[in-house]
């Protein structure tokens, strides 16, 4: 296992991490919405739950859980596994994505997300860390729950969301308010990149419908 020397933390995820939508303008919006569907198309995820690691071995980043990593992070002054679900370290050019094994596997999917989420739109200086924190919460919300695939297979609850998607009960309640303002608004496929995620999730959804 690598030995770390000089590394830089990326960014982490911790017990404050909230689940609900922060408020940002619409090209914020924009920006992660579009950094969550290229994340999904570039690695061909086409079905739910999403595949995280996927994502990780594509993209030849590394991951290891907390206790796998004890003897590289001993190296570090720091103890980073203090009060974080997870968190990212670049050592030299590599990504390295830490996490704690020891919570529920929904809340350990949203922090390997959630760290996806810093290293995609690249929070690699640090200028407003609590931004940051909010941009990633996005990102992993989107990634795991992408709303045209909710609203194609029919979800009207937000424990379908939770089932499917493999995330945790207030991650499905956050999402599934989301879902039920975005059908108010009438507002699917105004970007196309959104029409091409369907298209992809699309026998996905067939299949689901079906069952
Ligand atoms: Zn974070």
Known sequence: MTKIKDYKLIGRTTASSK????????????????AVRLTILQNQLDSLPIDLHKIILNNKWNIY????????????KVDLTKNNYGFTLRIGR????????????????????????HIVLKHFYINDHNNDEKEANMFA??????????????????????EICEVSEMAAYY???????????????????????YKLFKKYIDQ???K
């Open 19 to 34: 689940f609900s939508e922060g408020k940002f303008s619409k090209q914020d919006y924009y920006r992660i919405n579009k």
């Open 65 to 76: 859980s907390f206790s796998e990593a004890r003897n590289m992070l001993n190296s570090i």
């Open 94 to 117: 590599r990504m390295f994505i830490f996490y704690d094994e020891n919570v529920s596997i929904p809340l350990q999917r949203f922090t390997i997300a959630h760290e996806i989420g």
């Open 141 to 162: 919300a989107r990634l795991l729950m992408p709303m045209c695939v909710l609203y194609e297979c029919n979800i009207n609850n937000a424990s379908q969301i939770q």
């Open 175 to 197: 999402r599934y308010k989301r879902l039920k303002l975005v059908e108010e608004r009438g507002k699917f496929y105004t970007d196309k990149l959104e029409l091409e995620v």
């Open 208 to 210: 689901y419908n079906h």
